[in-house]
């Protein structure tokens, strides 16, 4: 089975959270693993500023699932 990194190889993951504090939990997540050589990791407080650097448009919208059932 193919470990985790190689599964996602040239990767970016952003984190967008609500808080200084949730931002500084992940900074340092992010820190201890930046010598994973195929995914980077960043937190942001801001969606467009994330959705920037992942190179994703600013007018696209992310669907998220809903906890409804749908019959």
Do not use: N, P
């Given at each position: 089975?193919?470990?985790?990194?190689e599964n996602f190889q040239s990767?970016?993951?952003a984190w967008v959270v609500g808080s200084a504090a949730d931002y500084a939990i992940v900074h340092r997540w992010s820190a201890t693993t930046r010598l994973d050589a195929h995914v980077e990791r960043r937190p942001f407080?801001?969606?467009m500023k994330?959705?920037?650097?992942?190179?994703i448009p600013g007018d696209y919208?992310?669907?998220y699932p809903?906890?409804?059932?749908t019959d």
């Open positions: 089975m193919k470990s985790y990194a990767s970016r993951f407080r801001d969606m994330a959705k920037e650097w992942l190179g919208e992310i669907r809903t906890d409804e059932k």
